[in-house]
């Protein structure tokens, strides 16, 4: 990497229903947020990468009107979408332009409105982000069949049991009970779990994100000027990104995603860790659990445990603080929420705090490596990226 | 720039009506022309940047079917949008990942269906991208109507006729004549134009671009993979962005697109161009016709004239080959056609095979000084992107 970036500043909207805001309100609630813990002016800010997958609302053109609300007209602009990605593809946009030379300050904003959305269904909306013409339109797979799909192989294939998705939700909602920024900041038990309804067998209600409206944003500065802003600059060590085949039928596996598997072993080469140890490395992980099957899988694409042993992490409650390795201390996009532009950045931002030592008590992992990862999923598996956050400047060229 | 990034392919699909091929057939035409033409195997492409306004159809995840038609699954990869400047903004992601040491070789890939739009009529559609709330939604704005209320300002300020506008429609057809990738590669009499009827008064049918389909792409490379794959790179010597608020009752001017004025002076100033003798410097201009008005308006912006003096450098047919500057040889989007996403890739196509001096006899430029430039509006001036082409290879840090 040219030049090391650094985040310099966080914001985080409230996540949840928000019919009390309009797209560039919401989004200005982050965005002031960063402004002012980065200590800068507006006007310092070069660049601005909104995050959005749009097409909830009739407006065309979320990033001109969140910039335009925030009083940012003028700067260098754009949108970027990566489905359920989004976030982290306007985080790696925003890098890139710093660590070219291109601009020194640069503001990544995710943000969405899901909950106003104007098609039959929200769960048909993002069903066309499977594999639109045969599995959508042909088929009628939708998201909740596709997780479903590869939670029945997982358990087919390993053994895994309907509770062991159960304890991912329990844990995220004990996490997100501390989170006062969560879309659902309460507690559940593994019976409230197991008795909630089936949305597509053997997934259940509690096993699923919610439908959240929210944003969050991260001011990130080069080298050079990280150090005049700010004493506790969360360098960007590493971003992997991957994609794959949208159309399952030609996928080789139901309980891996190959894109996270790739995404994860290019981020890790490139930031120089070694693959085969990865958890003593790290102090914790927000993984993209859509549903929970989704975050045991990630555990092993992510190269946390070997592959079939995920589930067992999570029977075993491994991935609280104090476990292997604590995972999704936010409460995840389960119960913090997945306002599908936001999530990468919100991933961004708690994962900065939590290395700053600056999260909730009871939620704050002990930091030791000074390193935490962002694993962030789009589609199905369509997209995958896979971002190190390190409290140590990584190496240069 | 941290590291120099150069075009090393390029390819085009035929613009036009193309109900013959879906979204990634379209995109394979011009990947496969460009990665042809870099001697590369797809295998070595690192990132694909999919530039692609989308909301034609009711495919959401254009990137994903994009690259899986194309074999590229597997690839880094994200869609950008930026209004009609999307083209642009994929260029400059995928430049900024190369320049930032992120990728060495990125493939930047802009399509556009737009004949087979879902929503009531496409006017309709492009018009919620002028500003949404106010002036689509109450004051039933759409774009003939902005631009004609640019033009109608313009007249009144300068004293420009209907003739002037009407002689850049005639200049662009006349090139597109010999671009057989054009929409309409055929030429118009100024009588024709005058005659056509009316869409938004001063603004005639054929002052207007049309309604395009179409792809092009570029093979963009880190300096020393460059070297290697060709003898004739072609470097982006720098790229200005800028945006606008989108709401035109804030906007000071209806005569210059603020946006393009700052994107231009940011670009000139990265280059070191004196933006005082930008024309002495250029070789051809490649500006965003979206109608006739808008060309006459980027001749300022850019600097060509002065303020006020655009239609005159119309009138005395100064931007034909052999003119003060040329510009618009491929037709513009006049004539070869503005399928949103595609159009400023297929720009920095045109403009890299002009200054190799690989185009149709009779459209190609005189080149002396090997640069060319890129004029990309989003939007009614919302955003804008300025880029510069260069045969030689741009001054490091």
């Known amino acids: 990497m040219a030049r090391r970036v650094a985040i310099v500043g966080t914001g985080h909207s409230r996540f949840g229903v928000r019919y009390d805001v309009s797209i560039p309100e919401l989004a200005f609630e982050a965005i002031r947020e960063a402004v002012n813990e980065a200590g800068i002016g507006f006007d310092d800010i070069e660049l601005v990468v909104v995050g959005n997958a749009g097409g909830w609302s009739s407006e065309p ?40 030379g ?100 053997p997934i259940k209600l509690l096993d699923s994100s919610p439908i959240t409206d929210g944003a969050a944003a991260v001011i990130l500065a080069s ?38 598997r790739l995404a994860a072993q290019r981020a890790y080469k490139k930031s120089g860790l070694d693959s085969e140890s990865i958890v003593k490395n790290l102090d914790l992980a927000e993984v993209h659990d859509c549903f929970t099957i989704a ?38 996009l389960k119960a913090k929420g997945h306002p599908i532009g936001a999530t990468g950045v919100s991933m961004a931002v708690d994962i900065t705090r939590q290395l700053l030592g600056r999260v909730e008590k009871g939620r704050q992992a002990e930091i030791r490596h000074g390193r935490g990862l962002a694993h962030n999923i789009g589609g199905t598996g369509h997209y995958a ?8 400047k990584p190496r240069g060229d």
């Open 102 to 201: 291109d601009a020194d300050i640069a503001l990544a904003i995710g943000v969405e409105k899901m909950n106003e959305s104007p098609t039959p269904t929200v769960v048909e909306f993002i069903g066309r982000a499977g594999n639109y013409f045969w599995e959508f339109e042909n088929f009628g797979l939708t998201f909740p069949g596709y997780y479903a799909l590869y939670a029945t192989s997982y358990m087919f294939q390993y053994g895994a049991r309907e509770e062991d998705f159960c304890s991912v939700a329990v844990k995220n909602h004990y996490y997100a009970s501390m989170n006062p920024k969560a879309h659902f900041p309460r507690k559940i038990s593994l019976e409230d779990c197991m008795r909630s309804r089936y949305v597509a067998w």
């Open 223 to 260: 080298e050079e000027i990280a150090y005049k802003i700010t004493d506790s600059p969360v360098w960007i060590e590493a971003i992997g990104a991957a994609s794959d085949t949208s159309n399952i039928s030609k996928r080789t596996t139901f309980t891996s995603l190959e894109a996270a």
């Open 385 to 392: 990226y896979v971002t190190i956050y390190s409290l140590s």
């Open 61 to 100: 053109l979320p990033a001109i009107v969140v910039n335009e609300y925030a009083g940012l007209s003028g700067k260098a602009t754009l949108r970027v979408e990566a489905a359920c990605s989004t976030g982290s593809a306007a985080i790696k946009t925003a890098r890139d332009a710093i660590a070219s």
């Open 295 to 332: 975050e045991i899988m990630a555990y092993e694409d992510l190269g946390f445990v070997k592959r079939g042993e995920g589930y067992k992490l999570a029977r075993e409650g491994q991935t609280y603080i104090g476990g292997l390795i604590p995972v999704n201390l936010s409460g995840g």
